[in-house]
């Protein structure tokens, strides 16, 4: 009995401990789904859900399923939601299922999906935009349901690697063009619905599919149907323009015999191989008795075919010189038809890709929104929602003090920033438009640009929280930051305890990486931004970067005059392209991204006319060092005092190389320029545990890639 004492203690000590246990949650888990939740408009049936803090796995949060402190499963189905489905999925490293479907999610997929889903269920819904092709690196899904929603264009090859995919239902959306190549690729496909939808050519490509169920009704197939989808157990293909019946093999030696018709028996091959092997037998067995009669019908049958081809050749002539004036006569008359009938088409597809563009529509879409202009110059009515405040010119004149000199915080190509005080506490800034800077037609799309800026949500940029729109006037009321910008803490801090150190440079280049990537891969159509530059990017209190004038390149200045002025500004900034042509896309924002990095990296101005010549401008003189790690060490800026990892700068110094690239298709998307900091962030956070506290400004976020807050 001596042993009871010591098994008690051991009873007491596993058991009794059990009650004490709690599962934390993965914090990258926790904030995704923060994100979530808010871009879902915080809804009140996803009970236990918060916008900060919370144990989702602990707390039970509705439709979530955990194993031990990772997130495995998000099932909010049939709950009524709205909103969209955020920008941080790609933070689910361990979510193998979300099913959102049945519910009211709009705008377009995320670019970024959780990379190890095994089934994702969005049916029912109001997406917009293609699939994207974030897709193909899905490798573990096995289900992906995207039925009944607003899908177009053409299915792109995303496909490619899902070779453990099963179930793949793309039916009642409104998808247009022929099969993507890489539908042939799906080893695994058993059930394949495709129908209801515009989608055009054949079906060739799904003849080696290990398909059960095939849907492919009501589209615009057309062709043979192949035979090998004859044995297909649930094959539906009514509502297309079909050939008949299915597509009869081609016989193996001879052509087919000139009587044969396209409803020919199942097993044509054998019938007509019956049908040409007497005939050459007949041949051969009177060609012996009958050579002089054979040659005498021969001779006949040659002359009469002679004077056949004479008198053809001649009635040709003729007809071709008495419908030529005719041709002439008529054919204006058919190019113009034609042209109108493109036209319409061509206008009609413009049309619809604007009907489902979202937050900025395409340089060849004109949306035309319904308004009612008063004589007092204020606009009243548009049809796409704003969902910022609208303010009064005179409450907004009695925040700034009639906008006076003493609140002016900044100045732009657009016009002045001012610090508004309002009688709530609350202070906000305001941006008031220089109306030079505004052509008539740039006025009359103001409430557009508004209303699209206004639905811009990301922690990283600057929230527009309303307008005014009355007397001629044109005001943004936008979130205070009331840190500064990063050009005034870079090039203007005297004090050396605002020196920011090393790691705070590394997170604000992720900070502001991540919006651009918001913008670029997020958004449909993509946002470019066209004004990218440290001073705007302002810091708040912890030195989160918020990125600042999304969205203001609708309003761009209207004269040689107001483009140069605004380029001298940010000329150090501006992609070789755009200097040479005028073309500013996306890859030209990954340039000015790279140029805000060496500012980051240097501590220098992009253009410094103080300087020598060698080194006026930054770019040229710090490319060719970026990958010499004896001058890239004394590159770095003096005010950080040796204080940084030399493997950390090296890596920084190559993400800059990549984006710097004279040749915009060279210079990687933001997702990628997103990553590499995320690894350069964990890895500094990993050596920062092992350090005693850094000096300076340090962030208050949590030590994993913890720069997407909850909005």
Known sequence: MAFRPFF????????????????LTDASDVQALQVMYTSLDSPPQLTGWTVSGGDPCAESWKGVTCEGSAVVSIEISGLGLNGTMGYALSSFLSLKKLDMSDNNIHDAIPYQLPPNLTSLNMAKNSLIGNLPYSFSTMASLNYLNMSHNLLSQVIGDVFTNLTTLETLDLSFNNFTGDLPKSLGTLSNVSSLFLQNNGLTGSLNILIDLPLTTLNVANNNFSGWIPQELKSVENFIYDGNTFDNSPAPPPPPFTPPPPG????????????????????????????????????????????????????????????????????????????????????????HRVKSVAAVADIKPLPAEKMNPERLQAKNGSVKRIKAPITATSYTVASLQTATNSFSQECIVGEGSLGRVYRAEFPNGKTMAIKKIDNSALSLQEEDNFLEAVSNMSRLRHTNIVTLNGYCAEHGQRLLVYEFIGHGS?????????ESSKTLTWNARVRVALGTAR????????????????????????????????????GLAALTPNTERQISTQMVGSFGYSAPEFALSG??????????????????????KPLDSSRVRSEQSLVRWATPQLHDIDALAKMVDPTLNGMYPAKSLSRFADIIA??????????????????????????????????????????????????????
């Open 260 to 347: 044969r018709s396209r409803n020919s028996p199942k097993h044509p091959g054998s019938s007509g191989g019956t049908h040409t092997a007497p005939s050459s037998e007949g041949s051969s067995s009177h060609s012996n008795k009958g050579l002089p009669v054979l040659a005498i019908v021969g001779i006949v049958l040659g002359a009469i075919i002679f004077v056949l081809i004479v008198l053809v050749a001649f009635a040709v002539c003729f007809q071709k010189r008495k419908r030529k004036n005719i041709g002439l006569r008529a054919s204006s008359g058919r190019l113009s038809i034609g042209t109108s009938v493109n036209a319409e088409v061509q206008e």
């Open 486 to 494: 990063l050009h005034d803490m870079l090039h203007f801090a005297e």
């Open 8 to 23: 008690l203690l051991f009873f007491f000590f596993i058991f009794g401990s059990i009650p004490f246990v709690r599962t």
């Open 658 to 711: 990549l984006c710097v690239q004279p040749e915009p298709e060279f210079r990687p998307p933001m997702s990628e320029v997103v990553q590499a900091l995320v690894r350069l962030v964990q890895r500094a956070s990993v050596v920062k545990r092992h350090s005693s506290d850094e000096s300076g400004f340090s962030y208050k976020t949590p030590e994993h890639d913890a720069v997407e807050l909850p909005f």
């Open 583 to 604: 073309i500013y896309t996306v890859k030209s924002d990954v340039y000015s991204f790279g140029v805000v990095m060496l500012e980051l990296l240097t501590g220098r």
């Open 515 to 550: 919006a651009l990537e918001y913008l670029h891969e997020v958004c449909l159509p993509s946002v470019v931004h066209r004004n990218l530059k440290t001073a705007n990017i302002l810091l708040d209190e912890d030195l989160n970067p918020h990125l600042s004038d999304c």
